[in-house]
Every structure is written in structure tokens, then in C-alpha cells.
């Protein structure tokens, strides 16, 4: 199972990562756990100082910009195996 954080304060650029990330989920078929991060200490302890970012796996893919759609497809097929 994929989890998945999207580390954010819920600005409109978070909410749309978030919505990518929920329809690469179903259209793929995936399992996973996606989670809104809003917590700025938190989204700090990643490292983090540039919103939207995301987080697969314990393990920061992006910050401060919203991923192509079939990047995150392939980030996303690639961490399920």
C-alpha cells in the first residue's frame, strides 16, 4: 500500500495535488492512503518550506510546484512495486 502525504496549508495548488493524486489513485487501480498535511511544524520536520509538496513512502518527490499528471503516474506505478 502507497502512502501518500500532500504537504500543504490547503491553498489552492494543495487541494489540486491532492485531487491529482485521489484520480491517479483510481484510475490506476493503485493502493493507497492519500492524506492532506496542514500542520506547518509538521511539513517542516519533512524539510519542506515550499508548498504544494509530495511526500510517497517517506520520501519527498516534490515542493513548491504541482508534478505533470503522467509524472505522477510513473512516480506513482514505480513506488507500488
Request: proline share 4%; with cysteine.
Amino acid at each position: 500500500m502507497l502512502d501518500i502525504k500532500v504537504l500543504g496549508t490547503g491553498c489552492p495548488n494543495c487541494l489540486r495535488l491532492k485531487a491529482l493524486c485521489d484520480e491517479v489513485v483510481k484510475e490506476k487501480n493503485l493502493q493507497a492512503n492519500v492524506q492532506n498535511v496542514t500542520n506547518l511544524d509538521e511539513i517542516a520536520e519533512w524539510g519542506v518550506f515550499m508548498t504544494p509538496a509530495l511526500v510517497v513512502n517517506n520520501r519527498v518527490l516534490s515542493m513548491g510546484k504541482i508534478p505533470t499528471k503522467s509524472t505522477l503516474i510513473h512516480w506513482l506505478e514505480d513506488a507500488a512495486k
